[in-house]
Nanobody, 134 residues
Framework: QLQLVESGGGLVQPGGSLRLSCAVSGVSERNPDYLAIGWFRQAPGKKREAVATIASNGRNTQYADSVKGRFTISRDNGRNTVYLQMNSLNPEDTGVYYC????????????????????????WGQGTQVTVSS
């Protein structure tokens, strides 16, 4: 069974940086063969939204418009870990950050930016809190 565990959240001042990690286990012997990984977030009273996604090949990525140029998603398949480097943080980035996995048949497919896409983002971590405040 696939398990995802997020870490790296915390309290940071506006303009600061954080790096989140998503450790994925239970990857072997899966069908489909590839896992796209996405980072999503949910602020209090708001709907869960996508932040960034990355394909199994580590090269194909997508970003929400609100984080483009500030956040970078990457993955280390040898360590089964996906990272989210977050720079120039602002209070609007506050929320619980989740990583999710989508089993896919194409190594270059990075998934959708809709966390509610049917039969896509099926496995989720428990989340890590990010608070941006002075």
């Amino acid at each position: 069974q696939l398990q995802l565990v997020e870490s790296g959240g915390g309290l940071v001042q506006p303009g600061g940086s954080l790096r989140l990690s998503c450790a994925v286990s239970g990857v072997s012997e899966r069908n489909p063969d590839y896992l796209a990984i996405g980072w999503f977030r949910q602020a209090p009273g708001k709907k869960r939204e996508a932040v960034a996604t990355i394909a199994s090949n580590g090269r194909n990525t997508q970003y929400a418009d609100s984080v483009k140029g500030r956040f970078t998603i990457s993955r280390d398949n040898g360590r089964n870990t996906v990272y989210l480097q977050m720079n120039s943080l602002n209070p609007e980035d506050t929320g619980v950050y989740y990583c999710a996995a989508a089993g896919v048949y194409l190594s270059f497919y990075s998934g959708t930016l809709d966390p509610d896409t049917p039969n896509e983002w099926n496995d989720w971590g428990q989340g890590t809190q990010v608070t941006v405040s002075s």
